[in-house]
């Protein structure tokens, strides 16, 4: 049972197996990597699931989608994105003459590994009226086959605007797939990929979790299955997890997404509290391919500029295209996305 005055006490880092930075130490490595982003005339983007020394160091907290857009408009020289693999080709794809770095190079992602791009294209061949819109948890190279990309927080205004004759292929999430298939009713052919860390939650241990805190609201991330979402009070991307927590008369949540998240929450809601929602395993829920990015490593790369992501001139060119398509139809009014 998870004790709620627990959770406000200690916070999520209570339930994970991570070693505190020590305070001597966490004080030392952020004044150098202060000074290193100073010299190096640097941006240190972090996802909403990094650890939380990172987050609170980060000059942009965010998803996938906020993301993206900071790093298209910064001017720094150096792009550090504390973050998976794909997030920082990203980076790339969108700044070629800029530096970008990543803590840790073998920071991963279970959908990424799902959908090779050799795959993809066979699946492609199949149908020439296929219309493939991808979500951005893939390769660089998958993202050089598709039409468009989109994220958790605006693949439904993507799909709207996606051409209307045109047959939809959905790569490589088939739960976000499902659940823009309901919110817009457009039929899709999805890719059997998953986030091996969101299907972790299951309908048993959210009823679980429900039947403790009966009055908090259930907000959880559509790479979810439909069990865990038919449950859920709201279905929403990371970032939208905070406005919807911010405007909710509710004092207490549950959380069903990556145990980062409850970091950036709480620093954004200090007065409401929020609880991890559990799997069938364990108190929180934490992706091994985020947390592989520490503090220390975010020092080591920004000290010897590397690990740092090379894409070839081609690649970065085709998915550059559908990268800034995604772009131009997140920043069209909502009236306007058909």
Known sequence: MIDLAEVQTFGVDHFTTRKPVPPARLDTLSREILALKQKLNAVILAHNYQVAEIQDLADF????????????????????????????????????????????????????????????????????????????????????????????????????????????????????????????GRPMTLWRGNCYAHVEFTHASIVRIRQEFPDAPIVAHPECTKAVRLLADEICSTEKMVAFCKSSPARHFIIATEAGMLHRLQRECPDKRFIPAPTDHCKCNECRFMKMNTLEKLHDCMANLAPRVELSSEIIARARAPIQRMLEISARPVENAG
């Open 61 to 184: 907290v965010g998803d996938s989608l906020g993301l993206s857009q900071q790093a298209a408009k910064t001017s720094a020289d150096v792009i550090v994105f504390c973050g998976v693999h794909f997030m920082a080709e990203t980076a790339k794809i969108l700044n070629p003459g800029k530096i970008v770095i990543l803590p840790d190079r073998d920071a991963g992602c279970s959908l990424e590994e799902s959908c090779p791009a050799a795959k993809l294209a066979q699946l492609q061949a199949t149908n020439p009226n296929f219309y493939t819109v991808t979500y951005i948890n893939c390769s660089a190279e998958v993202k050089a086959l598709s039409d468009v990309i989109c994220t958790s927080g605006n693949a439904v205004k993507i799909v709207q605007a996606a051409p209307p004759e045109r047959d939809l292929l959905f790569v490589p999430d088939e739960n976000l797939g499902a659940w823009v298939m309901e919110q817009t």
